[in-house]
C-alpha cells in the first residue's frame, strides 16, 4: 500500500470512529431533549391543574352571595365559564397522548357542566322570586358538583405529579448519558487518533530505519539486508537500493577484469608511444636535413635564374645594337620576350614556391624540437602582437572586434604564432560580396570549456576507458615533442579561446582535413602554403590543448583553441 493510501486511511479510520461517537452523542442528546420537553410539559399541566377548580369556586362564592342578597347579578355565566373552557381545553390538548388522565379531565368536564347548569337555574329562580328552595350540602358548604371535580382533580393532579418526578428523573439520567456520552466520545477520539498515528509511525519508522540502514551499507559496500515487503514508495527505494548493490557489485567485477587488460593495453601503447615519439624525431631530424640540402640547390637555381635574365637583358642589346634583317631580328625578339621570359618568370616562382615549402617544413619540425618558456601569457597582448605583424594591407580588410581575453599558460612565442595563424587565416577567407568582420573572444569557464569533473563512483570503468583513450590521443598529438612536456598534459583545466569570421565557410567534407600539412581547401583563391593550421594544431598539442573549428559554407567558421588556464601537473 502506497504512503498517500495510508495516510488516507490514517485520516478515514479515526474520523469513521468518530462520526460514530459523534452518533452516540447526537443521540444521547436527542434524548435530553425529549425528556426536558417532557418535563416542561409535566409542570405546564401541574401549573395548569393547579388553577383549574379557581373560577369554579369564586362561581360557587357568587352563587351564595346571590342567594343570601336573593340578587341574580352576582351569578356572571360568561368570564367564569369562558376561564374555564380555555383551561381544560389546554388540559386536554396537553394529556392527549395518556387516555387515563383525559378520560379524567372529561369527568372534570362533565361536572362542571352539571354545576354550570344548576348555577343557571339558581339564577332563574333568584329572577322568578324563589330562591327559597336552594341548600347546600358536601364537605365545608360545597355543591357535590364541585366536590367531584376537585376529586377528580386531585386524583389527576396526583398522577401528573408521579408523572412529573418520573419525567424528571428520567431527564437527569438523559443527562448523565449526554455527559457521559461526550467524554467517552472525546476520549475515545483522541485514543483512537493516538493509537493509529502510533501504529503509523511505528511502521514508517522501522522502515526508513531499515531503509537506512542499506543506504549506510551501500555507501561502504557492506551486504545489503533483504529487500523490505510491500508496495509503498519505502520499498520501491530500497528495492532501487538492492538493484543499485547489485549492479555496483557487477560493476566491480568488470572493472577488475577490465582494469587488467587496460594495464596490458597501456603497457603496450606506452611502447608504441615510445616508438613514435622516436619515429617522430626522426623524421622532423630527416625533414630538417632534406630541408636544408634544399636549399643550396635552390639558391644555385635562383641565381642561375638570375644570370639569365641578365644574359637576356644582354643579348635584347646586342640584337638592338646589330644590323640584323628585320624578320630576323623580330624572330629573336619574340624568342627572348615570349618564351625565354616566359619560361625564367615560371622558373622564379617554381624556386619561390619551393623555398617556401621547405621554410614551412622548417619551422613544422622545429615545433617539435623547440624548449618552450613555460609563464602565465596575456592573450589579449599576445592578439596585439598578432595583429601588428599582420601583412600590409590585410588587416584593413575587416573590422577586428577583439573582446576580454583571460591570461592563459604557455610559451608567449607560441601562442603568438597559433593567433597569427588564425586570425591571418580568417582574413584571408573572407567573402568579398560583404564587409569582413572577425571576432576574438573567450568563452566561459562553463561554455563548452573542456575542464576537470570529478566522475562518481559508478563511472569508474568508464573513467578509465576515456583515461586510456585520452592517453593515446595525446601520446599522437605530442609526437615530437619532449617527454617533460607529454607527462605534463593530462588532469589540467583549459581555458577556450575563439577566432570568428564571416567568410566563405568550410564545406564539411574538408573539416576533418583542415589541420593537415599542405591542404589548401581553396586551392588558389587564397595565398599560403597550407601549414598554418597544422602548426596552430602542432602548437596547442605540445600546450596540452587542442583546437578544432565549427563552419557553415557561405556563412563564415569558427576556430576554437582549448590552452591550459594553469601550470600543467604531471599525468
Keep these: 500500500m502506497k504512503l498517500f493510501a495510508k495516510g488516507l486511511l490514517l485520516i478515514a479510520i479515526p474520523s469513521a470512529i468518530e462520526l460514530a461517537l459523534l452518533g452516540l452523542v447526537f443521540d444521547t442528546q436527542g434524548e435530553a431533549a425529549l425528556a426536558a420537553k417532557s418535563a416542561e410539559n409535566s409542570k405546564q399541566i401541574l401549573w395548569q391543574a393547579a388553577g383549574l377548580a379557581h373560577p369554579l369556586l369564586r362561581e360557587a362564592a357568587r352563587v351564595r352571595t346571590a342567594i343570601v342578597l336573593e340578587d341574580p347579578s352576582f351569578i356572571d355565566r360568561r368570564a367564569v365559564w369562558a376561564e374555564f373552557s380555555d383551561r381544560i381545553a389546554l388540559l386536554e390538548h396537553m394529556v392527549s397522548d395518556n387516555p387515563r388522565q383525559l378520560a379524567r379531565i372529561q369527568r372534570i368536564n362533565d361536572s362542571a357542566r352539571t354545576w354550570r347548569a344548576s348555577c343557571g337555574k339558581v339564577a332563574d329562580a333568584l329572577r322568578d322570586g324563589n330562591a327559597g328552595g336552594f341548600t347546600y350540602t358536601g364537605g365545608i358548604g360545597l355543591p357535590p358538583e364541585i366536590d367531584a371535580v376537585r376529586s377528580e382533580l386531585d386524583a389527576f393532579i396526583a398522577e401528573q405529579t408521579r408523572f412529573d418526578e418520573t419525567r424528571s428523573a428520567s431527564l437527569r439520567k438523559s443527562r448523565e448519558r449526554q455527559q457521559d456520552a461526550l467524554i467517552f466520545a472525546v476520549a475515545g477520539s483522541m485514543l483512537v487518533w493516538a493509537a493509529t498515528a502510533a501504529v503509523f509511525a511505528r511502521n514508517v519508522s522501522l522502515r526508513l530505519a531499515t531503509l537506512s540502514a542499506n543506504a549506510q551499507r551501500l555507501s561502504v559496500g557492506v551486504a545489503l539486508a533483504p529487500p523490505l515487503a510491500g508496495n509503498d514508495e519505502i520499498a520501491s527505494l530500497d528495492a532501487v537500493l538492492n538493484q543499485t548493490s547489485r549492479r555496483l557489485s557487477e560493476a566491480e567485477h568488470e572493472q577488475t577484469a577490465l582494469k587488467a587488460q587496460l594495464q596490458e593495453r597501456a603497457a603496450d601503447l606506452a611502447a608504441a608511444n615510445d616508438n613514435l615519439r622516436q619515429e617522430s624525431q626522426d623524421n622532423e631530424m630527416f625533414i630538417y636535413s632534406v630541408s636544408h640540402d634544399l636549399r643550396s640547390p635552390l639558391v644555385n637555381l635562383q641565381g642561375f635564374s638570375k644570370e639569365l635574365q641578365v644574359s637576356c637583358s644582354d643579348l635584347r642589346e646586342q640584337i638592338d645594337l646589330a644590323d640584323l634583317p628585320p624578320t630576323e631580328r623580330r624572330h629573336m625578339m619574340e624568342v627572348l620576350d615570349g618564351d625565354v621570359d616566359e619560361s625564367l618568370q615560371f622558373l622564379r616562382q617554381a624556386v619561390a614556391r619551393a623555398a617556401a615549402i621547405i621554410d614551412a617544413l622548417l619551422r613544422m619540425s622545429r615545433a617539435g624540437r623547440l624548449e618552450y618558456r613555460w609563464q602565465r601569457v596575456n592573450v589579449g597582448r599576445i592578439v596585439e602582437r598578432a595583429l601588428a605583424g599582420l601583412a600590409a594591407g590585410l588587416a584593413q580588410q575587416a573590422r577586428i572586434e577583439v573582446r576580454e581575453l583571460p591570461p ?73 615533442a619532449t617527454a617533460r612536456d607529454a607527462s605534463r598534459i593530462s588532469g589540467t583545466r583549459t581555458r577556450t579561446y575563439y577566432v570568428r569570421d564571416n567568410g566563405i565557410g568550410i564545406p564539411a567534407a574538408y573539416l576533418p582535413k583542415l589541420f593537415r600539412v599542405f591542404q589548401r581547401l581553396h586551392g588558389g583563391e587564397s595565398d599560403g602554403q597550407g601549414t598554418g593550421l597544422a602548426l596552430a594544431r602542432r602548437i596547442a598539442e605540445r600546450h596540452g590543448g587542442r583546437i578544432w573549428a565549427e563552419s557553415t559554407e557561405g556563412a563564415g567558421s569558427t576556430f576554437f583553441v582549448a590552452l591550459p588556464d594553469e601550470p600543467l601537473r604531471a599525468a
Design 408 to 480: 592563459a599558460w604557455g610559451d608567449p612565442a607560441a601562442l603568438e604564432q597559433i593567433f597569427g595563424n588564425l586570425i591571418d587565416n580568417a582574413l584571408r577567407h573572407l567573402d568579398p560580396a560583404r564587409p569582413g568582420h572577425v571576432e576574438i573572444g573567450a568563452l566561459e569557464l562553463g561554455e563548452g570549456a573542456q575542464g576537470r569533473a570529478t566522475l562518481p563512483a559508478t563511472s569508474l570503468v568508464t573513467s578509465l576507458v576515456t583515461s586510456l583513450v585520452t592517453s593515446l590521443v595525446t601520446s599522437s598529438a605530442i609526437a615530437g
